[in-house]
């Protein structure tokens, strides 16, 4: 599924680079490897490790064992909100507490065996993160997931070890699409905004890089169309080694 799903993704991306009128669907432009920066923001879901369908099996599995219905597309559609707020969204809001903490508990143990069977990291991922690393760059790992779940997803994928900065929700009190986890991240790492990347799938991603005036790197292999976002992103790469500064070959090894 994923194969046809990148080959369509990059394909559309290929035709609106060949267009005139590319502009809308972008601030600036499509492949080639993108400039060089100090530091390098990813966020997690979709943009590093593919759990587009382990998160809507986690819903349905959930709203089976709530006998309640489950939009598929609300949930796809909701991917890179902090989890608290896309449950919320998902179910409804008129219910009580003791309801969501079943709800979240049936998610989370549903989600977490999937992940035991079902997760990985989307190809060229950790070849892309061991060339930065050997380059000398700072990497952060900026998510909507909580912690609980995502330092266990990528330890599954072997991605744990990349980063020196985790921002997660409980680490600030404004979220995605709010610049406010962008920043804290570059002032974990010693770097100003400015002279860091933000790299995502998701519209979240984009709009709070932005904000936190830095670039974006839009990635196609997470399955989103950027054409109707309010943020167009800075560059979009098709594949991982794009986001490398110079030619990867010397570096991948």
């Given at each position: 599924?994923?194969?046809?799903?990148?080959?369509?993704?990059?394909?559309?991306?290929?035709?609106?680079?060949?267009?005139?009128?590319?502009?809308?669907?972008?601030?600036?432009?499509?492949?080639?490897?993108?400039?060089?920066?100090?530091?390098?923001?990813?966020?997690?879901?979709?943009?590093?490790?593919?759990?587009?369908?382990?998160?809507?099996?986690?819903?349905?599995?959930?709203?089976?064992a709530l006998g309640i219905p489950i939009d598929r597309a609300l949930v796809y559609d909701t991917v890179g909100l902090p989890f608290e707020r896309q449950m919320r969204m998902v179910i409804g809001e008129d219910h009580p507490a003791d309801y969501f903490e079943k709800a979240k508990k049936l998610y989370t143990d549903s989600q977490m065996e999937l992940c035991r069977k079902h997760l990985r990291a989307f190809p060229g991922v950790e070849e892309g993160l061991r060339a930065l690393r050997n380059m000398g760059k700072k990497m952060a790992v900026v998510s909507s997931r909580r912690l609980v779940t995502l330092k266990p997803f990528l330890e599954a994928v072997g991605l744990d070890g990349y980063f020196s900065v985790w921002v997660t929700p409980e680490?600030?009190?404004?979220?995605?699409?709010?610049?406010?986890?962008?920043?804290?991240?570059?002032?974990?790492?010693?770097?100003?905004?400015?002279?860091?990347?933000?790299?995502?799938?998701?519209?979240?991603?984009?709009?709070?890089?932005?904000?936190?005036?830095?670039?974006?790197?839009?990635?196609?292999?997470?399955?989103?169309?950027?054409?109707?976002?309010?943020?167009?992103?800075?560059?979009?790469?098709?594949?991982f080694a794009q986001l490398l500064p110079h030619d990867p070959k010397s570096s991948l090894e």
């Open positions: 599924m994923f194969s046809s799903l990148w080959l369509k993704s990059r394909a559309a991306c290929n035709i609106r680079a060949r267009d005139a009128a590319s502009g809308i669907f972008l601030k600036g432009w499509i492949g080639g490897n993108v400039k060089e920066y100090d530091a390098y923001l990813f966020d997690a879901d979709g943009t590093l490790v593919d759990t587009k369908e382990i998160i809507v099996n986690s819903y349905r599995a959930m709203g089976d680490d600030t009190e404004r979220h995605k699409p709010h610049p406010e986890p962008a920043l804290y991240a570059a002032r974990l790492l010693g770097v100003e905004p400015g002279q860091c990347v933000f790299i995502g799938d998701a519209t979240f991603d984009i709009e709070c890089g932005s904000a936190a005036g830095m670039d974006t790197a839009f990635v196609v292999w997470g399955g989103m169309d950027p054409a109707d976002w309010p943020v167009k992103p800075d560059v979009t790469v098709t594949e």
